[in-house]
């Protein structure tokens, strides 16, 4: 047998890079979901003969579930089980991928992918934990570099091959691609992965927590998700986010008087856990408004198509791909703070040099700024991911990488939030100064549109042409909001983020835990300041 060959069998010495292959394909399906449906929704409506309303949901249903549930599914894993529980939510992601692709209507389809983002929930944590356990300290960083790779491959074909399938065979297709994934993931996982939990506390789950939790995140996202649609001031929009300020509040109340806390709080006296915690709000907020964003004004202003709106943020995710495995290398070595520092000011530029476009920018303005962003992300989230998950203990990974995926999910959600309300705002107030006698009505309609490429009917050129200057203008507006934001990330970075390198032997390797926390009592040794 040759010596490659012998690599390939599964042994004690690359077991857990087998363990590192399973959780990137089942890391690989998740991310490829979240792309892949948008490009399908106009053939969902017209097969289920959906509502604007049920489409909405097809994405919202999905993103909420995901969402809400990401720190249950990281402590769930803790108490019961990682390998467990990821299993679990790859079983449950299959059959209801399975289910959705055989919905009667639009109602069954909402319904299932609910229940699709619950067992995402459980992968997503368990993904990071899994590879957390399995490596030591001082390949964290490459493994994690490898893990964010395939995120971002996902995120890269997702509408190129959302596009195909649906264009040559069915929008159904989409969802059964996962299955053989699934079964490859579920495969390599009994064999490759060892479980491991929490063995330092009782398996008791928190059920006041997990409620008080679950409702003032479904209330934050459920308000954040539809604030533009329903209106920020309405009375369901006050009284969302009242709920969720109640359910938050109650949930870290309940928390400190626990014996068994879901959420342990001391994690938040590490420093570096903290402020991969911040830099995962902050990124996502940039990245995702930017891309929903500029999707929008690629498809609707310039007029490219949904597949060749999606090749050209192609840029963005092959640099990710490409560097992000170098940037976890690295992290190993130097440390994650000048790499996510660094990242996190070329994010500030993308976004800064993309405030530049144009209603008639051709897609040379916008490309230098795709490569500058996706270098910044490549250098972000993998030395982000280790920073997190060094500066706790193996044993509290997976409910760890709930709060950083939660951070990750909310951020994202905010940062859409917010650009669309500038849209909104700005957008409409510029529609006042370049059409002043055209009737408040007229404006509102147009108003309500923008950067939707359907203004109503009937409108000469030249209002079309205002409408479309009014997105621009509040995009430009909303793009060096996210520059100043993603700035504000670094310096986080550079003041909360650790300096030390990886430890030479395993446990903690935050040497800035406080003191009084689990942490503090056995500081690892480090190489370097």
């Not at 999707?295 to 007029?303: F, K, S």
Request: glycine share 10%; charged share 10%.
């Amino acid at each position: 047998m040759t010596d490659k060959l012998r690599a390939l069998q599964m042994n004690a010495e690359n077991r857990r890079w087998w363990a590192l292959g399973a959780m990137c394909f089942a890391l690989f399906m998740i991310m490829l979901d979240n792309t892949v449906v948008n490009v399908a929704l106009p053939s969902i409506q017209r097969s289920l003969h959906a509502s604007t309303a049920s489409l909405e949901w097809t994405v919202n249903a999905y993103t909420l579930s995901f969402a809400v549930l990401l720190v249950t599914g990281g402590r769930l894993g803790d108490l019961f089980g990682r390998r467990k529980l990821f299993l679990a939510g790859v079983v449950i992601f299959a059959s209801s991928s399975a289910a959705i692709g055989f919905s009667p209507s639009d109602t069954w389809l909402v319904a299932w992918r609910a229940v699709q983002g619950a067992g995402a929930a459980l992968m997503m944590p368990a993904t990071l934990s899994i590879i957390t356990n399995a490596f030591p300290a001082a390949e964290r960083g490459r493994a994690i570099g490898t893990w964010a790779g395939v995120s971002a491959l996902a995120l890269a074909i997702g509408p190129v091959l959302g596009g195909f399938l649906v264009e040559n065979v069915s929008w159904q297709s989409i969802f059964f691609i996962n299955l053989p994934v699934a079964v490859a993931a579920v495969f390599v996982t009994l064999f490759a992965v060892r479980e491991s939990r929490d063995e330092t506390v009782a398996r008791t789950v928190d059920l006041p927590g997990v409620a008080t939790l679950t409702v003032g995140l479904a209330a934050l996202v459920l308000a954040l998700v539809e604030g533009n649609a329903w209106h920020w001031g309405s009375a369901r929009e006050i009284a969302l986010f009242a709920l969720a300020i109640v359910g938050l509040a109650s949930f870290a109340t309940i928390e400190t008087r626990r014996r068994v806390p879901m959420v342990d709080f001391a994690f938040f006296r590490s420093r570096s856990f903290l402020g991969a915690n911040i830099v995962a709000f902050i990124v996502s907020f940039a990245m995702l408004a930017m891309f929903f964003f500029l999707a929008l004004y690629m498809q609707n202003i310039r007029g490219y198509t949904p597949l060749q709106a999606g090749v050209r943020f192609l840029p963005s995710t092959l640099m990710i791909v490409l560097i992000a495995p170098i940037a976890g290398r690295l992290a190993d070595r130097i440390g994650p703070r000048p790499l996510m520092t660094f990242g996190l000011l070329c994010v500030s530029g993308s976004l800064f040099w993309q405030s530049s476009l144009t209603v008639s920018s051709s897609y040379a303005t916008l490309l230098p700024g795709f490569v500058l962003m996706g270098i910044g992300m490549a250098f972000v989230m993998s030395p982000m991911s280790t920073a997190a998950m060094n500066a706790v203990e193996p044993a509290k990974a997976g409910v760890a990488s709930g709060i950083l995926s939660m951070s990750r999910m909310v951020g994202g959600t905010f940062g859409v939030a917010v650009l669309g309300a500038l849209v909104s705002t700005l957008g409409g107030s510029k529609l006042g100064e370049l059409l002043p006698g055209v009737p408040a009505a007229t404006r509102s309609a147009l108003t309500s549109g923008l950067g939707a490429g359907t203004p109503p009917q009937g409108m000469p050129a030249s209002v079309i042409r205002a409408g479309d200057e009014a997105f621009v203008y509040a995009l430009q507006n909303g793009l060096r909001l996210g520059a100043a934001v993603a700035l504000a990330g670094a310096l986080v970075a550079w003041t909360l983020i650790g300096r030390d390198r990886v430890p030479v032997r395993e446990g903690v390797a935050s040497v800035d835990a406080a003191p009084g926390t689990p942490d503090a009592a056995r500081l690892p040794e480090t190489v370097g300041v």
